[in-house]
């Protein structure tokens, strides 16, 4: 099993359409087992993969253990949950889904004081902190764990980044998303600054590393790669390119990247996954359909030059799938 968090510190790059679509054509195509853990408290993932009915539902009646819910005994100070939160279907789509929870929001301040307890090698911190790697360690039997994510640098995302093996990161071509990168990377090395000085105070106090699920912790992520999105493309002698108003910031975006790339010790030339160019037309219509762009059919209100968008969708989703599955593999 690999867990992948799907994460940029901008708002509007398209991450959730990118995680469900590219959930669903490993699930489609490849016959991967997909869990999707929807982290964010706005909870878009689990309303674009899940019908409003059935969402609301569960919602509304709390007739199911919630991703919070995972919480509530270490805020008590009683160790971690015995039971895992309630697993969906996603009939459309094709994968499983641990619905998101609004209440999320709320254990930003939880997670944020037992930070500093995690700084001070205090076993509650490390709790805290750590509680979603353990509820991941205890999905074994999924190919796939991709966890949708808000945009910002807080405690809660902080906590989803330490508890993955990797993070994909969808961009977009504009100013914003380009010093988003820069602020994620000053971020990862405040973290894992962090995260070694607490683990070796740990170590000192307790007389042995902190473990998790029976294993050491350690900083652990992996950088899995990016997505170009929603960009105006043009096309020379039958290849796609950015037109020239977006060339000059995806170069910078590059440069960005290198040095992204430096810190994780990846190959730069590895981690380009693939592009997904404007498909605004159908993207509303999957969102109404809850189901992945590429599956999109007449009964889902697609006519005449939908079909053509749908058919393009379907290329990008499963060549990204492909470069996603042998970075990830190996």
């Given at each position: 099993m690999k867990s992948i968090a799907f994460f940029n510190n901008k708002g509007g790059v398209g991450k959730t359409t990118l995680l469900c679509n590219l959930a669903a054509s490993l699930s489609i195509a490849q016959k991967k087992k997909v869990l999707v853990?929807?982290?964010?408290?706005?909870?878009?993932?689990?309303?674009?993969?899940?019908?409003?009915?059935?969402?609301?539902?569960?919602?509304?009646?709390?007739?199911?253990?919630?991703?919070?819910?995972?919480?509530?005994?270490?805020?008590?100070?009683?160790?971690?949950?015995?039971?895992?939160?309630?697993?969906?279907?996603?009939?459309?789509?094709?994968?499983?889904?641990?619905?998101?929870?609004?209440?999320?929001?709320?254990?930003?301040?939880?997670?944020?004081?037992?930070?500093?307890?995690?700084?001070?090698?205090?076993?509650?911190?490390?709790?805290?902190?750590?509680a979603l790697r353990e509820l991941i360690s205890r999905l074994q039997d999924y190919d796939y764990i991709m966890v949708d994510m808000g945009p910002s640098l807080g405690a809660l995302n902080r906590s989803v980044l330490l508890a993955v093996d990797y993070f994909l990161m969808p961009l977009s071509v504009d100013i914003f998303s380009m010093m988003a990168v820069?602020?994620?990377?000053?971020?990862?090395?405040?973290?894992?600054?962090?995260?070694?000085?607490?683990?070796?105070?740990?170590?000192?106090?307790?007389?042995?590393?902190?473990?998790?699920?029976?294993?050491?912790?350690?900083?652990?992520?992996?950088?899995?790669?990016?997505?170009?999105?929603?960009?105006?493309?043009?096309?020379?002698?039958?290849?796609?390119?950015?037109?020239?108003?977006?060339?000059?910031?995806?170069?910078?975006q590059k440069q960005e990247l290198e040095e992204l790339c430096r810190f994780f010790g990846c190959d730069s030339s590895d981690v380009n996954l693939g592009e997904v160019p404007t498909l605004s037309s159908v993207v509303p219509l999957s969102q109404q359909a809850h189901a992945p762009i590429f599956d999109l059919g007449a009964k889902d209100g697609i006519v005449g030059s939908h079909y053509i968008r749908v058919e393009e969708a379907g290329g990008f989703y499963h060549a990204i799938a492909e470069k996603f599955s042998q970075r990830i593999d190996g």
């Open positions: 853990i929807d982290a964010d408290p706005q909870c878009n993932a689990s309303a674009y993969l899940l019908p409003d009915k059935q969402l609301e539902e569960i919602l509304l009646t709390n007739g199911h253990q919630s991703i919070d819910s995972f919480y509530d005994p270490v805020r008590k100070g009683e160790g971690y949950a015995a039971g895992i939160p309630t697993i969906f279907r996603s009939e459309r789509f094709e994968v499983d889904v641990i619905v998101g929870d609004p209440k999320l929001s709320i254990r930003e301040d939880l997670l944020a004081t037992d930070w500093a307890a995690t700084r001070n090698g205090e076993h509650r911190g490390f709790q805290t902190t750590f820069s602020n994620i990377l000053k971020s990862f090395k405040n973290w894992k600054f962090s995260l070694e000085g607490a683990l070796a105070r740990y170590d000192a106090e307790e007389g042995h590393s902190y473990k998790a699920r029976g294993a050491d912790v350690s900083w652990e992520l992996q950088f899995a790669g990016y997505v170009m999105q929603q960009y105006t493309a043009k096309k020379k002698e039958g290849v796609r390119q950015a037109v020239d108003a977006f060339e000059n910031i995806i170069s910078k």
